[in-house]
């Protein structure tokens, strides 16, 4: 019996051993176990795994041999084999070998593999003598001294020059150096192994195994100290994120309670003080003339009544002076009753225009009937005597959501009022009120035109005649009380252009007045508003309305109280004060969701808002 040394299988004849080798493995698409190279002949593949892996494979070639698919080829590939290198030798030129000494230089300690697929073509016949020598090579394990090489008759020999490996072709024998060139510097194109735990890249399989166990070993604990060290990090900066949180919020908070007066550094007369105190200071103010003012102040907190230092009479009378002028031109205007103007004096500045806009307003009605007669108080009260009626107004039953906004305390302190306490004022002071809110703008660049013609329509209700109204029209009607973000003036009139534009004309405490009969042509362009001047997102107007009886009082009180603040409307509003801080400085009506573009509040709604 003879076994075939490639594959191990067993023929009785010699005839049928050569058979097989030339059907099974001289002409099949031979591969090498450890490189890329394929599609060569028998011969060939002998004399590439003699010289490219000696160390490799020092014993006879066995059935590894033999025919194998291309994934068991594949997997056989060492670890610095590039898989994408993909040149295509001819190797056509590569002839069958024959017998002839030739000495072989040393190898490298490390041969690399040739990473192209030679492209054989159609392999030579062995003559029995090339067989036999092929024969004698295969057992002498292809070791330098005994390799021996056939050389086709008639080519020219092209031997390496590192290696005793003998061809016809030029590109096998570049390809075939190229590849010595590579095992000389192992680094380039070696192949990494990667981590299946983690992103990191061992040098061959030995290190990546050791460095896997130290992921699975227990007694390490890195990973889970790892991850409780980030968890705790986590948690550290979650800590910083809402104490800096906090802390801002503690600021912020701080800066609207300095802003609205409610951070307890003191009210009008602690302002006054200080103010002069400065003066002093600065050498503006005599020491003589310091105390002396001083013991007006007082005099006049103990009084309740304003000392007038900052009211001007008459406003309305000079404008109906400049109005009657032919150098006026304007088709129609119509002016309230008599009002003076308060301006905001040096113990109220910042914050008191809601409190002098309500002395202006009360000046008119002082000098009005109904209203002068039901008003028991016939003097205007300074800014901390309407504080102190305010909190009278609460004690009384008024509005005890407001008070509770402001803890029940205005006296002593800095906080901005606006429409809603004027209302309560007034209500309390037995006046009939009305409160509008405009939500909207409603013309072009965010301009109010329909606030401009229900002002316009209020002083008309005064003239129901049908004949032609006189150039200048004054009416017996009080001032409007205008409320914006922020802000808050006096409407006491309103100016018709002959074009038919409209323009309000608004007392504002934050300026000086002057009557004089030049100074009123200049302040005119300061108390004339055109639709272009009036552009806050929202306002609101609080117009008087008659004379409460003591029923009405009562309904109006309850109103407030029960109309407006049922028990479902006060706990949301509650919350959303308790959970947004400088919420509601100024409140605003509660129907300001309502899809009109305005809203007509009879005595009774009011609303929490954001200044």
């Known amino acids: 019996m003879l076994t075939c040394e490639v594959c191990g299988e067993e023929l009785l004849l010699e005839e049928d051993l050569k058979t097989h080798l030339l059907l099974v493995h001289l002409e099949a698409d031979l591969h090498c176990p ?64 024959k017998p002839q000494e030739q000495e072989i230089p040393p190898e490298p300690e490390h041969a690399g593999p040739l990473s192209a697929t030679l492209s054989a073509e159609e392999p030579e016949t ?69 981590c299946p735990m983690c992103s990191a890249e061992c040098a061959d399989s030995a290190a990546l195994q050791e460095h896997v166990e130290l992921h699975l070993d227990p007694c390490t604990g890195s990973s889970s ?59 503006r103010l005599a020491p003589a003339d310091f105390h002396r003012k001083k013991a007006d102040l007082m005099e006049s907190l103990a009084s309740g009544v304003d000392d007038g230092r900052s009211r001007t009479c008459g406003a309305v009378d000079a404008l109906t002076e400049y109005y009657g002028t032919p150098a006026c031109d304007c088709a129609h205007v119509w002016l309230c009753s008599d009002t003076d103007h308060f301006g905001a004096s040096a113990g109220d500045k910042g914050w008191g225009c809601g409190y002098r806009n309500f002395q202006m307003l009360l000046s ?26 305010i909190e009278e107004a609460w004690k009384a039953g008024v509005d005890p959501q407001g008070a509770s906004h402001f803890n029940h305390r205005l006296q002593g302190t800095r906080a901005w009022i606006g429409a809603t306490e004027i209302y309560v004022l007034l209500t ?3 006046v009939r009120a009305r409160i509008i809110d405009f939500h909207q703008p409603t013309g072009p660049g965010d301009t109010h035109p329909r606030l401009f013609d229900w002002v316009r329509q209020y002083f008309l209700q005064s003239s129901q005649s049908n004949r032609l109204p006189p150039k200048v029209i004054r009416t017996s009607l009080p001032p409007l009380y205008l409320q914006h973000h922020g802000h808050s003036r006096l409407v006491v009139g309103v100016e018709q252009r002959k074009s038919g534009a409209l323009a309000l004309l608004i007392l504002d405490p934050g300026l000086k007045l002057s009557l004089s009969t030049d100074a009123v042509s200049v ?87 954001v200044l």
Request: glycine fraction near 4%.
């Open 523 to 609: 302040a005119i362009r300061h108390i004339r508003k055109f639709p272009s001047s009036l552009k806050h997102k929202q306002y609101q107007l609080l117009a008087v309305q008659g004379v409460l009886s003591a029923e009405d009082k009562q309904v109006s009180w309850q109103h407030i109280s029960h109309h407006l603040f049922d028990p479902e409307t006060a706990l949301s509003l509650s919350r959303l004060l308790s959970s947004t801080p400088g919420l509601s400085v100024q409140r605003r009506s509660h129907e300001r969701l309502s899809k009109h573009l305005f809203t007509d509040h009879s005595l009774h709604i009011l609303v929490l808002d």
């Open 364 to 389: 008119s009605l002082h000098r009005t009937e109904p209203y002068a007669s039901s008003l028991q108080e016939k003097a205007v009260p300074s800014i901390p005597q309407v504080q102190r009626m």
């Open 428 to 430: 309390w002071l037995g």
């Open 225 to 283: 100290s790892d991850v409780n060290l980030a968890v705790q990090l986590q948690q550290e900066e979650e800590q910083h994120r809402r104490r800096e949180e906090a802390r801002q919020e503690a600021e912020h908070f701080k800066k609207l309670q300095r802003r609205y007066g409610l951070d307890g550094s003191g009210g009008y007369r602690r302002q006054m003080e200080r103010t002069m105190e400065r003066e002093v200071t600065r050498g």
């Open 126 to 194: 062995l003559q029995e003598s090339d067989w036999n020598q092929a024969r004698q090579l295969w057992s002498s394990g292809g070791r330098p001294g005994t390799f021996q090489m056939l050389e086709h008759s008639g080519e020219p020999n092209l031997s390496c020059p590192m290696c005793a490996l003998v061809c016809t072709s030029p590109l096998v024998l570049q390809e075939h150096v190229e590849l010595h060139l590579e095992e000389q510097h192992p680094e380039k194109g070696r192949r990494l192994w990667d």
């Open 34 to 97: 450890l490189c890329f190279l394929s599609a060569v002949s028998y011969d060939q593949l002998h004399a590439h795994m003699s010289t490219a892996h000696p160390e490799e494979h020092p014993k006879p070639l066995n059935s590894t041999f033999a025919r194998t698919s291309t994934s068991k080829t594949s997997m056989a590939q060492p670890a610095g084999t590039p898989a994408e290198k993909d040149k295509s030798i001819r190797a056509s030129t590569l002839v069958n070998l």
